[in-house]
């Protein structure tokens, strides 16, 4: 099997050596603002901490992390459907939750229901395995929002997997609760997979209530991360929550040819993160509220040269350009002119002059305010 780069990881790595310095701030960051080291343990008791062994790790990941997974997701279930550590799987990562996932449901000639733009792996890794994709193309013009109708047109004999990210990567749009409940009776009825992608569903800063129902179906795999939310993506944890624990075993089988086990130390710094989640994630989602705020007012200033549909939730949003500069160009100089990174629309699979917005930074002020500069000096009133 030949591995295509993923374009977005491709598009950075090419950018980076056309710059004459080193880019400073990152304005499609999809992470929340992360701890460092000694604030995150300043967190836990670590008295054990010279104690921790540094053999090899459960490949199911630790009775105590995934205890603290399961009851993360607990609260968005209702009452008969329970959780516990024999649910999660935990990963070095949400891709490769991902990828293992993939590789155990899907055969060539299956067909999958992708929402697009997204996330590029949640489209190439099925395409690498010979599989379908049958796309819901989200319209700026529709709120980037669906309906059941969108999905049942798409469906067919052949297929086996609904793919579901919400909040979405990288609209920012939130899948109503209504529409996902009638999602999970349609894959019932047909027996078809749902992997719902919920890396960010902790950015509930309207306190919305967004956790999704759809581990209380069988056949939901529910994927989760530290480092979207949480912002710690240097702790490389994410996880796979299901009720089939038959597929929990074949998705470790399958972890046995990548990673085979997750590291101790993120094992141990992660289940300081969950056991102190609350905290984590206050502080976290005030930052993006108040990320929010400012970049309202910029569009406000920007008199029409510039929309989004402000998110609900999560950390991203698809912002458009109505610049007759087309948006590549305008990521190319900002980089060049100010260390400003942001990522054009198309390397997420949506056509037109987007880019990517993270709002999830403390620095995002000083970020915005480069952007801001470079209109200034390159764009004639804009």
Same mark, same amino acid.
């Given at each position: 099997m030949v591995f295509k780069p993923f374009k977005h990881l491709e598009y950075i790595s090419a950018l980076r050596e056309k710059l004459p310095q080193p880019l400073l701030y990152n304005l499609s960051d999809s992470c929340a603002q992360s701890l460092n080291f000694g604030q995150l343990t300043a967190l836990g008791d670590n008295d054990h901490l010279p104690e921790l062994g540094l053999g090899y790790a459960s490949i199911a990941g630790s009775p105590q992390l995934r205890q603290s997974i399961a009851q993360l997701h607990q609260k968005s279930l209702a009452d008969k459907t329970s959780l516990n550590e024999d649910n999660v799987t935990v990963f070095c990562g949400a891709q490769e939750a991902l990828f293992a996932t993939f590789n155990?449901?899907?055969?060539?000639?299956?067909?999958?229901?992708?929402?697009?733009?997204?996330?590029?792996?949640?489209?190439?890794?099925?395409?690498q395995l010979g599989v379908t994709i049958k796309a819901i193309e989200l319209e700026f013009e529709r709120q980037w929002q669906f309906s059941i109708d969108d999905v049942k047109t798409l469906l067919s004999d052949k297929t086996r997997l609904i793919v579901l990210n919400s909040p979405h990567n990288p609209t920012g749009a939130v899948l109503e609760r209504t529409l996902a409940l009638e999602i999970i009776?349609?894959?019932?009825?047909?027996?078809?997979?749902?992997?719902?992608?919920?890396?960010? /569903?902790?950015?509930?800063? &309207? #306190?919305?209530? $967004?956790? +999704?129902?759809? %581990?209380?179906y069988e056949k939901t795999v529910t994927i989760g991360v530290l480092s979207k939310s949480f912002g710690l993506a240097g702790v490389r944890i994410g996880w796979a929550v299901s009720q089939d624990e038959a597929l929990l075993q074949r998705l470790r089988e399958i972890r046995g040819y990548t990673s085979i086990c997750g590291s101790a130390t993120d094992e141990y710094l992660a289940t300081i993160a969950l056991n102190n989640a609350q905290q984590i994630l206050a502080d976290n989602n005030?930052?993006?509220?108040?990320?929010?705020?400012?970049?309202?007012?910029?569009?406000?200033?920007?008199?029409?040269?510039?929309?989004?549909?402000?998110?609900?939730?999560?950390?991203?949003?698809?912002?458009?350009?109505?610049?007759?500069?087309? /948006?590549?160009?305008?990521? &190319? #100089?900002?980089? $060049?002119? +100010?260390?400003? %990174?942001?990522?054009?629309?198309?390397?997420?699979?949506?056509?037109?002059?987007?880019?990517?917005?993270?709002?999830?930074?403390?620095?995002?002020?000083?970020?915005?305010?480069?952007?801001?500069?470079?209109?200034?000096?390159?764009i004639t009133s804009w």
């Open positions: 155990h449901l899907l055969s060539a000639g299956d067909e999958v229901i992708v929402i697009t733009p997204c996330y590029p792996s949640l489209v190439a890794v099925p395409e009776e349609l894959a019932r009825k047909r027996g078809i997979y749902i992997i719902s992608d919920e890396v960010s /569903v902790w950015s509930d800063y &309207e #306190q919305t209530g $967004i956790n +999704h129902p759809f %581990l209380a005030a930052q993006i509220q108040a990320n929010i705020a400012i970049f309202a007012r910029f569009i406000t200033r920007s008199e029409g040269r510039f929309e989004w549909h402000q998110p609900k939730a999560g950390i991203l949003a698809l912002v458009k350009s109505n610049l007759t500069m087309p /948006v590549r160009e305008l990521v &190319e #100089q900002l980089a $060049i002119k +100010h260390q400003t %990174l942001i990522l054009p629309g198309d390397l997420f699979g949506i056509e037109g002059n987007y880019f990517r917005l993270g709002l999830g930074r403390e620095d995002f002020a000083d970020a915005l305010a480069r952007l801001e500069a470079f209109l200034d000096d390159n």
